[in-house]
């Protein structure tokens, strides 16, 4: 048998999930010199993009403009796009055997890490996740509903998750009505009464997983005031000596960024936003209807863990921080994924350098875990791709028995009529961005999969 990867007889791969990761590797499969590759993308909703459009948070605007590149990397010659199909439920893996040499999963982490406490699933207790998703127009996560008529919340993590969460509960309307933010949550977080949020770090300021860019941010904010204790800042004496010993530039940075921030008298804005270090929910109290009104914290102090990266260890002072709403900002998870391996303690598919097993790969976030910004995706995707190549050389590929093109895309409209092609998408983009015009703003978001199919077979131009 020939090698795949001529004009006459492609290299025939699917990538599911059509996230930073999966655009990133199909630029590499399609731009590869000498080989032939045809790429179908697979994606459960009708829309690309993954996180950049339900996770980047909507003021921030630039971020999206990554993609601009993704279209470019779609009208490439030999990219298909099948959204509004569901891999794994209406398409299997073994399906995708039958007619693709390789297949790579680039489905993300669609889930949120438990904190496991007491307390933890009490009402008006949310995985951040959800909330953003909410926020985001999420066609599985508009329906939710946050109790946004509290006045205090807080949000458990500082990575940049939590520091998004915390910024969209303290925008001004004026400043969200300028963005992509779904309509409906528009609306929630225009009549919301939230007075105070708190932002919660389990170790101390240098260990705070946001970046520099994300904490200054919260030191702009229109509407909130910035609060840090001096006491909190203030760095012991291991984080001072490692500080000290290395030479990370961006670190020496967080910690100016905050101590200024620390020194700053509140001006009077209508919300205050704290940013708290080395303390640690151990409980979620609730009141007599089962919703959370405050939550036990315990002080941590910092010592030398494996490895010698400094881990928090509770201390025996308490205290109780009122709080009626609580998102849980702990970091994402990957979800098991049928047909392969997972590894339950990290919740990544076991691979090597992107290699399941021949002819099956994953990238991004359910290859590594849930880290890194968009731009990570690149080389993750690049060293997936790699291996792909390097698979092809050695002929380790699946042995589809119909490896045409026209056989794939049969298949998918037999089992989803109403699979959405790139032309669908760009029409409902358009749709989109010019009903977001006439209200000055970059989008309105269409946020259920119905409105979206009608959108896109609605007759005209
Ligand atoms: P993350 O950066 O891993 O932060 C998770 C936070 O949760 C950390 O502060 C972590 O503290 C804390 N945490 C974990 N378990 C905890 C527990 N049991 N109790 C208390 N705190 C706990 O994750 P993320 O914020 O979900 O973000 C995911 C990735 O997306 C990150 O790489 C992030 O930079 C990226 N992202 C980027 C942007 C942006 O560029 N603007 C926006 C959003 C997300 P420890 O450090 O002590 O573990």
């Given at each position: 048998m020939t090698r795949p990867?001529?004009?006459?007889d492609a290299l025939r791969v699917a990538i599911v999930g059509a996230g930073p990761a999966g655009f990133f590797l199909a630029e590499r499969l399609l731009g590869k010199e000498g080989i032939t590759v045809e790429v179908d993308m697979y994606e459960?909703?009708?829309?690309?993009y993954g996180l950049v459009r339900f996770?980047?948070?909507?003021?921030?605007?630039?971020?999206?403009?990554?993609t601009r590149s993704f279209d470019k990397i779609a009208a490439r010659s030999g990219f298909r796009f099948f959204g509004n199909?569901?891999?794994?439920?209406?398409?299997?893996l073994d399906d995708l055997r039958r007619y693709y040499h390789q297949v790579c999963f680039t489905?993300?982490?669609?889930t949120d890490r438990r904190m496991?406490?007491?307390?933890?699933?009490?009402?008006?207790?949310?995985?951040?996740t959800e909330f953003v998703a909410w926020y985001n127009g999420h066609p599985d996560y508009r329906d939710l509903t946050f109790d946004?008529?509290?006045e205090r919340v807080a949000v458990v993590g500082v990575g940049n998750v939590a520091v998004d969460v915390a910024r969209m509960l303290c925008r001004t309307t004026e400043e969200l009505a300028?963005?992509?933010?779904?309509d409906y949550a528009l609306e929630a977080l225009s009549c919301s009464r939230v007075r105070e949020v708190y932002l919660l770090g389990r170790r101390g300021p240098l260990q705070a997983a946001f970046t520099n860019p994300e904490a200054k941010e919260l030191g702009e904010l229109a509407g909130a005031d910035l609060r840090l204790l001096p006491g909190e800042v203030a760095l012991d004496p291991l984080s001072q000596a490692e500080l000290e010993r290395g030479d990370d530039n961006a670190a020496r940075k967080k910690i100016e960024i905050l101590r200024e921030f620390s020194r700053r008298p509140p001006t009077g804005k209508p919300r205050l936003l704290t940013i708290r270090f080395l303390v640690s929910p151990v409980e979620l109290l609730g009141d007599d209807q089962g919703r959370v009104r405050a939550m036990r914290l315990v002080r941590n102090r910092l010592v030398e863990g494996k490895g010698g990266a400094l881990r928090a260890e509770a201390t025996d002072q308490f205290e109780e921080l009122p709080a009626d709403l609580v998102f849980r900002s702990v970091g994402y998870r990957g979800v098991a994924l049928a047909g392969l391996p997972f590894d339950e303690r990290s919740g990544v598919v076991p691979n090597e350098r992107g290699r399941v097993a021949p002819g099956v790969y994953v990238a991004g976030w359910i290859k590594?875990?849930?880290?890194?910004?968009?731009?990570?995706?690149k080389p993750d995707a690049a060293e997936t791709a790699e291996t792909m190549f390097a698979d092809l050389e050695l002929s380790a590929l699946l042995s589809p028995g119909e490896p045409a093109a026209a056989a794939a895309e049969a298949r998918v409209r037999r089992v989803q009529p109403a699979v959405v092609t790139y032309s669908d998408w760009r029409r409902l983009d358009r749709y989109e961005t010019e009903r977001g015009k006439a209200l000055g703003r970059p989008r309105l978001k269409c946020t259920t999969v119905r409105e979206m199919l009608e959108v896109i077979r609605r007759p005209g131009p």
């Amino acid at each position: 048998m020939t090698r795949p990867g001529t004009p006459s007889d492609a290299l025939r791969v699917a990538i599911v999930g059509a996230g930073p990761a999966g655009f990133f590797l199909a630029e590499r499969l399609l731009g590869k010199e000498g080989i032939t590759v045809e790429v179908d993308m697979y994606e459960r909703l009708p829309t690309p993009y993954g996180l950049v459009r339900f996770g980047v948070a909507p003021d921030h605007e630039k971020i999206k403009n990554v993609t601009r590149s993704f279209d470019k990397i779609a009208a490439r010659s030999g990219f298909r796009f099948f959204g509004n199909v569901d891999v794994g439920r209406e398409v299997t893996l073994d399906d995708l055997r039958r007619y693709y040499h390789q297949v790579c999963f680039t489905t993300g982490a669609q889930t949120d890490r438990r904190m496991d406490i007491p307390g933890e699933d009490l009402a008006r207790s949310h995985p951040a996740t959800e909330f953003v998703a909410w926020y985001n127009g999420h066609p599985d996560y508009r329906d939710l509903t946050f109790d946004l008529s509290v006045e205090r919340v807080a949000v458990v993590g500082v990575g940049n998750v939590a520091v998004d969460v915390a910024r969209m509960l303290c925008r001004t309307t004026e400043e969200l009505a300028t963005t992509d933010v779904a309509d409906y949550a528009l609306e929630a977080l225009s009549c919301s009464r939230v007075r105070e949020v708190y932002l919660l770090g389990r170790r101390g300021p240098l260990q705070a997983a946001f970046t520099n860019p994300e904490a200054k941010e919260l030191g702009e904010l229109a509407g909130a005031d910035l609060r840090l204790l001096p006491g909190e800042v203030a760095l012991d004496p291991l984080s001072q000596a490692e500080l000290e010993r290395g030479d990370d530039n961006a670190a020496r940075k967080k910690i100016e960024i905050l101590r200024e921030f620390s020194r700053r008298p509140p001006t009077g804005k209508p919300r205050l936003l704290t940013i708290r270090f080395l303390v640690s929910p151990v409980e979620l109290l609730g009141d007599d209807q089962g919703r959370v009104r405050a939550m036990r914290l315990v002080r941590n102090r910092l010592v030398e863990g494996k490895g010698g990266a400094l881990r928090a260890e509770a201390t025996d002072q308490f205290e109780e921080l009122p709080a009626d709403l609580v998102f849980r900002s702990v970091g994402y998870r990957g979800v098991a994924l049928a047909g392969l391996p997972f590894d339950e303690r990290s919740g990544v598919v076991p691979n090597e350098r992107g290699r399941v097993a021949p002819g099956v790969y994953v990238a991004g976030w359910i290859k590594r875990g849930p880290s890194g910004v968009i731009g990570t995706n690149k080389p993750d995707a690049a060293e997936t791709a790699e291996t792909m190549f390097a698979d092809l050389e050695l002929s380790a590929l699946l042995s589809p028995g119909e490896p045409a093109a026209a056989a794939a895309e049969a298949r998918v409209r037999r089992v989803q009529p109403a699979v959405v092609t790139y032309s669908d998408w760009r029409r409902l983009d358009r749709y989109e961005t010019e009903r977001g015009k006439a209200l000055g703003r970059p989008r309105l978001k269409c946020t259920t999969v119905r409105e979206m199919l009608e959108v896109i077979r609605r007759p005209g131009p």
